[in-house]
């Protein structure tokens, strides 16, 4: 018989540079199932499906979805059904995080455009009182 690997909450921490608290909240929220052993269940036995889907977590929040659109994108991935149900989900979930991406950044450009503006008044301002002191 194969032995399957398995992992420890502090592998796993470790490989992905993440506090044990944080493992543990990821598992509150359903995202990982380790295999719970010991006294009181104390000690977590994480298996590659759980490794794939921390990493598949952590991929999500880089793209700034929310721990409950990654868990429910990573649920689909697991369920045996419909592959097209899953991706236009994960399309319409990527979309309106593109439109949110695109509404912070004309933000973004908007705030640098009147902090320039205020610069060039600052130095217009600067320049002009220079001259009245000579």
Known sequence: MASTTTYTI??????FDLTTRAMRFYEDMGLLQPERTGPGGRN??????????LKLTLRAKR???SLTEAKEIIDLYDSPRDTNVQLQKFLDVLAQHRRQLEGQMADLQANLDEVKEHEKEARALLAKAGKNAA
Do not use: F, I, M, V
């Open 10 to 15: 502090s592998d796993l921490a470790k490989e």
């Open 44 to 53: 977590r036995t994480y298996s590659p499906r759980d490794r794939t889907r």
């Open 63 to 65: 793209l700034g979805l």
